[in-house]
């Protein structure tokens, strides 16, 4: 059930999914959002892309993946169950996919927001040809 909550493939929303989303998002900290964001790169880490550059240990892994099951159950057993039950009699299971992907993202939009984050981000801008794009984006004529 929690693969099936945090799929990444795109979950369309309805009332009670926004509902547990939103009881998701405010139940967090932003202790709880950035353990959530460590086991979402300690998982993509596993990736064959990735591996090579991100060094996650096993005990690493093991110790995230398990604080972030801690972290589903407490929002879903205790601080969102009648959002998580509404939602899933009235939508599906699809709707707790829908719920914590959108507290991934807001996780995730956090961690963007970091100033160190946003200045590795910025570090982009030295390498693309600005005036290039600007020819491909411009409207015809």
Same mark, same amino acid.
């Given at each position: 059930m929690l693969a099936l909550a945090m799929h990444a493939g795109a979950a369309q929303a309805g009332l009670y999914a926004d509902d547990l #989303?939103?009881?998701?998002v405010e139940s967090t900290t932003a202790a709880d959002k950035n353990a959530l964001v460590k086991w979402m790169f300690a998982t993509m880490a596993l990736h064959p892309a990735v591996k090579s550059i991100a060094s996650v240990t096993d005990a690493e892994r093991t110790r995230s993946t398990r604080s972030t099951a801690e972290l589903f159950e407490k929002l879903l057993?205790?601080?969102?169950?009648?959002? #998580?039950?509404q939602a899933v009699k009235y939508e599906g299971a699809i709707a707790l996919?829908?719920?914590?992907?959108?507290?991934?993202?807001v996780a995730a939009r956090e961690l963007f927001a970091d100033p160190n984050v946003a200045h590795g981000l910025a570090e982009l801008e030295k390498y693309i040809d600005s005036p290039k794009i600007g020819q491909v984006l411009a409207p015809a004529q």
């Open positions: #989303a939103r009881c998701l057993i205790g601080s969102c169950r009648t959002q #998580a039950q996919q829908s719920g914590f992907q959108i507290l991934g993202q």
